[in-house]
């Protein structure tokens, strides 16, 4: 199967939680809107076109027939295929529940840059997000990174799985690498109370097939507008 994710092309975003499980499984797949034209489709998918279940918002990635949005659900159907989530169902479930965490720990993250609108810039909004992020880094990043630390520290570790690695590890990585990239003093901090999700992102970003994709051209940089993005001002 030959997977084609569509995301948009510029920020590593949603897109990425994706995009680390199929560079982690050496799966064949096409970033459409990265290419010539592709944008013009993913648009196209996006305004119904000819899609009779469009998706809302990127990513989403077609299989086949299949058209999938959601980055857990996506994840979620992936997982078994790429060999990076059992087949039972509890594990299964288990995954996505950690998965759909990460989804609503993104959505907080990208608050602390647009705390009113997502269609206001930035900088219509420095006070809110001065304030939001205050919050943020004071009780939300260490809630969210502790409640992944004690999954660890249950699993036995390395990973949220005990032994068996999965698509969460790969997400935690990114979450970990985000947000040094976007908090750098406050990460200092907040991570010496999270030993096994720093060690953890260790072990991700040392695995070959990661280790050659983060030196590759298709790891793009952070930016200022991505989800995790460096505001020196909110970092505390
Ligand atoms: N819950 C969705 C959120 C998808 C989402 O917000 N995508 C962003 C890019 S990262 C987007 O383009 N949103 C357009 C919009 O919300 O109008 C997921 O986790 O995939």
């Not at 009113?116 to 900088?123: D, K, M, P």
């Amino acid at each position: 199967m030959r997977y084609q994710l569509f995301y948009w092309p510029q920020i590593q975003g949603r897109g990425e939680f994706v995009r680390l499980a199929l560079e982690d499984a050496g799966a064949a797949y096409d970033d459409v809107a990265r290419a010539k034209a592709g944008m013009d489709k993913m648009v196209a998918m996006m305004n119904g076109g000819s899609e009779k279940r469009p998706p809302f918002a990127p990513p989403f990635l077609k299989a086949g027939k299949l058209v999938i949005a959601q980055t857990a659900d996506i994840l979620f159907y992936l997982g078994p295929r790429l060999k990076l989530a059992p087949r039972e169902e509890a594990g299964r479930l288990w995954l996505h529940q950690l998965q759909l965490t990460v989804t609503d720990f993104v959505k907080e993250i990208h608050d602390t840059h647009h705390p009113i609108a997502g269609s206001l810039y930035y900088e219509d909004q420095k006070p809110e997000a001065k304030k939001y992020a205050h919050y943020f880094l004071k009780d939300r990043a260490p809630k969210y990174l502790g409640y992944f630390e004690s999954v660890l520290q249950k699993s036995g570790g390395p990973n949220v799985l005990g032994r068996k690695f999965s698509y969460v590890d790969l997400s935690l990585f990114q979450l970990v690498e985000g947000l040094r990239y976007t908090f750098p003093s406050a990460m200092k901090r907040i991570e010496k109370k999270v030993p096994r999700v720093v060690a953890l992102r260790d072990k991700v970003a040392a695995r070959p097939r990661i280790k050659a994709y983060l030196a590759s051209e298709r790891r793009l940089a952070f930016n200022e507008s991505g989800i995790f993005r460096h505001y020196p001002e909110l970092d505390e």
